[in-house]
């Protein structure tokens, strides 16, 4: 199974910041990853896929990038909503994983 | 608007099972690949199984293999997960999600295996 690692796990953060969350994956995925983000007892939303596509209706300070085993997520601007966890998933091979999570909290 | 609508979820003992099902509504179901995703209490998020558009291909996580099943109705816009031989490490909310690449989510039905 691939496996996806996420740093950092827990990130601390201010409204306005720039931040960026990595995920590493255990062997190539192309570019067949998926970021969403998940808010305490709700559903999860997608962001991204295919690594730098952006998800209908998600605004465009959320950006993504990558290929093969390295890609990152970027919010340019962090809102009070973004306050949120953040999983990496890949869709390359079955099964399919998820990243452990970073949770995004306000410094 | 696309609504995907979860229900079957409680309170089973280790070794029962339970069907969950997942209504479909604001597009057209029969094209789509469906997926089912869980997340234990204070857990990240697993992928659990998908099924492609007419149901002929199938996959699942290894530790769910030979216990659940996926299948789904396109005429009734519905998915199910028929769980058997449930275990303690099964207790989690069950999500269905539209797409292989998870677009659309429901908001989840609660499974507790406890005895």
């Known amino acids: 199974d691939i496996q996806l690692t996420q740093s950092p796990s827990f990130l601390s953060a201010s409204v306005g910041d720039r931040v960026t969350i990595t995920c590493r994956a255990s062997q190539g995925i192309s570019s067949y990853l998926a970021w969403l983000q998940q808010k305490p007892g709700k559903a999860p939303k997608l962001l991204i896929y295919?690594?730098?596509t952006l998800h209908s209706g998600v605004p465009s300070r959320f950006s993504g990038s990558g290929s093969g085993t390295e890609f990152t997520l970027t919010i340019s601007s962090l809102q009070p909503e973004d306050f949120a966890t953040y999983y990496c998933?890949?869709?390359?091979?079955?099964?399919?994983?998820f990243g452990q999570g970073t949770k995004v909290e306000i410094k | 608007e696309v609504q995907l609508v979860e229900s079957g979820g409680g309170l089973v003992q280790p070794g029962g099972s339970l069907r969950l099902s997942c209504a479909a509504s604001g597009f057209t179901y029969d094209i789509y690949w469906m997926t089912w995703v869980r997340q234990a209490p204070g857990k990240g998020l697993e992928w659990v199984a998908n099924?492609?558009?007419?149901?002929?291909?199938?996959y699942y996580v290894d530790s769910v293999k030979g216990r659940f099943t996926i299948s789904r109705d396109n005429a009734k816009n519905s998915l199910y997960l028929q769980m058997d031989s449930l275990r303690a490490e099964d207790t989690a909310v069950y999500y269905c999600?539209?797409?292989?690449?998870?677009?659309?989510w429901g908001q989840g039905t609660l499974v507790t295996v406890s005895s």
């Open positions: 099924i492609n558009p007419d149901g002929s291909e199938k």
């Open positions: 999600a539209r797409g292989t690449v998870a677009g659309y």
């Open positions: 998933q890949q869709l390359n091979s079955y099964p399919q994983t």
């Open positions: 295919g690594a730098s």
